[in-house]
Nanobody, 124 residues
Framework: QVQLVESGGGLVQAGGSLRLSCAAS????????MGWFRQAPGKDRDFVAA????????YYGDSVKGRFTISRDNTKNTMYLQMNSLKPEDTAVYYC?????????????????WGQGTQVTVSS
């Protein structure tokens, strides 16, 4: 069982930046591919970004490419999402996810473990 806890959400003006963190409970953090998803009110959950266990491979949703950067620190069992040039349409609850399979499983929208989410609100 892996417990995931997100932090770093909040209210920011358009054009601003936020950094989300996801802390994992297990010491075997390096065995898991990790990712971020988001869900806006009344909309489906969308893939945002994913990173392989080593950090060597990263993937992004089209709407965030060039603005968001995913990274991980395996020594701290923590994953990050640096969000720059934020837009009002980035407003959503952001979820951390983990899976022991290939990182492409996360890109496809599937994960074994989910965090409870952190709210990001971007004002215009």
């Amino acid at each position: 069982q892996v417990q995931l806890v997100e932090s770093g959400g909040g209210l920011v003006q358009a054009g601003g930046s936020l950094r989300l963190s996801c802390a994992a409970s297990r010491r075997t953090f390096t065995m898991y591919a990790m990712g971020w998803f988001r869900q806006a009110p009344g909309k489906d959950r969308d893939f945002v970004a994913a990173i392989s266990w080593s950090g060597g491979s990263t993937y992004y949703g089209d709407s965030v490419k060039g603005r968001f950067t995913i990274s991980r620190d395996n020594t701290k069992n923590t994953m990050y999402l640096q969000m720059n040039s934020l837009k009002p349409e980035d407003t959503a609850v952001y979820y951390c996810a983990a899976d022991q399979s290939n990182v492409l499983t996360l890109v496809d929208g599937t994960a074994s473990y989910w965090g409870q989410g952190t709210q990001v609100t971007v004002s215009s």
